[in-house]
């Protein structure tokens, strides 16, 4: 079974800096999808970006970009430029290639950014 | 905006009641998930269907059940309600592996 861990429980940056989240992950599987969410206090769980395991590219969404080390089974997110709106329970996510589309969830980073 | 509903956003009822919890999407998707979200925020799978007539339990042993008998709607039921059953429940659906899930708001239930 794959498991996701996510080291940090909380962090904190300050408005307009950058920030890293981590991720890493257990699996014996060549074929997976990586992801981050993002769940704003009491609103709802969004997408913020994804990664193909077959993929060298690291991701990128505008301020939102991806450290994928697949040797080191790591994927960390890091936000640039960090906004008030922000602020939110970041959550990594595991997919197996053909495997019933079932995602495993790390525990969550809850990060404050401070103005 | 996700295409994707969750009703009631919030519930406060008594123990032993029986509630529905409601969640409906339009984006054809075949595949549903209901995720119970305990105070510490963690996720836990309790039910998925891979479409119509098609349902499983998941990771977290779950008192509640549900039903997928239309393609956009997937309700769980929870018979008799418990204090332990206080908690956030989220709905998602997907339609591949590549695009993950889409969430709907969830449903705050709390059993006094």
């Known amino acids: 079974a794959q498991t996701v861990t996510q080291s940090q429980p909380e962090m904190s940056v300050q408005e307009a800096e950058t920030v890293t989240l981590s991720c890493t992950y257990d699996t014996s599987e060549n074929n997976y999808y990586l992801f981050w969410y993002k769940q704003p206090p009491s609103r709802q769980m969004i997408l913020v970006i994804r990664q193909e395991a077959y993929k060298q590219q690291n991701a990128t969404e505008n301020r939102f970009s991806v450290n994928f080390q697949k040797a080191a089974k790591s994927f960390s997110l890091k936000i640039s430029d960090s906004q008030l709106g922000d602020t939110a329970m970041y959550f990594c996510?595991?997919?197996?290639?053909?495997?019933?589309?079932?995602?495993?969830f790390g525990g969550g980073t809850r990060l404050m950014v401070k103005p | 905006e996700a295409d994707i509903y969750q009703t009631p956003r919030y519930l406060v009822i008594g123990t032993g009641k029986k509630i529905t919890l409601e969640c409906s999407q339009t984006m054809g998707h075949d595949k549903m998930y209901w995720y119970q979200q305990d105070p510490g925020m963690e996720l836990h799978l309790i039910h998925y269907?891979?479409?119509?007539?098609?349902?499983e339990k998941g990771d977290l042993s779950s008192e509640s059940t549900v039903s997928r008998i239309r393609t956009e709607h997937f309700p769980l039921t929870l018979e008799s309600a418990r204090p332990s059953h206080t908690s956030q429940y989220l709905c998602a659906s997907s339609p591949s592996e590549l695009y993950g899930y889409t969430f709907g708001s969830g449903t705050r239930l709390t059993v006094v």
């Open positions: 269907s891979y479409g119509v007539n098609s349902t």
């Open positions: 996510a595991f997919m197996n290639y053909n495997a019933g589309n079932m995602l495993t």
